[in-house]
């Protein structure tokens, strides 16, 4: 299946996104409208920070497990997901970029490394879905790390 990219722009640096999007407890702030019942192990941030979670999403729920497998610091955050008791497996990748004028450009590809067969029946339905819940997602992100940087002061 094709992969799912959606962005925004941001006002704050590259390292204040990447601290931001490094906690993984932060992500259940701006996922929480689709993924539900988070729990958490291994560090708070960086490689090996896991959460399993519930996706609730066009009436089905499954359980999810999102694990930090890469890091560049402050350009690139990779999980590796695995739902559909191991029948669907995909790669998050959150991409930063510096804007010219201040700011970041935020990019979410959601690529899809094995995937049931119902999801490859219903690819475009699938891809149209993620990518709403996606760009949602990033809206949401965007508001609460504008809350997270006006709190902290960064």
Wanted: overall charge positive; hydrophobic content about 40%.
């Amino acid at each position: 299946m094709k992969s799912v990219t959606v962005s925004i722009d941001v006002p704050q640096t590259p390292e204040q996104v990447y601290d931001f999007l490094d906690v993984m407890a932060h992500h259940e702030r701006f996922t929480n409208h689709y993924l539900i019942d988070w729990s958490y192990s291994g560090p708070d941030r960086g490689i090996g920070a896991c959460a399993k979670v519930t996706a609730a999403m066009g009436g089905i729920k499954t359980r999810v497990i999102i694990e930090v497998v890469k890091t560049d610091p402050p350009r690139c955050i990779v999980e590796q997901n695995v739902s559909a008791a191991g029948r669907r497996r995909a790669q998050g990748t959150y991409t930063i970029e510096p804007l010219r004028g201040g700011g970041s450009h935020v990019a979410f590809t959601y690529t899809w490394v094995r995937a049931p067969v119902a999801d490859r029946l219903l690819a475009l339905v699938v891809r149209a879905t993620m990518r709403r819940a996606n760009r949602t997602v990033l809206r949401r992100m965007a508001a609460e790390l504008a809350r997270h940087s006006s709190v902290s002061g960064s």
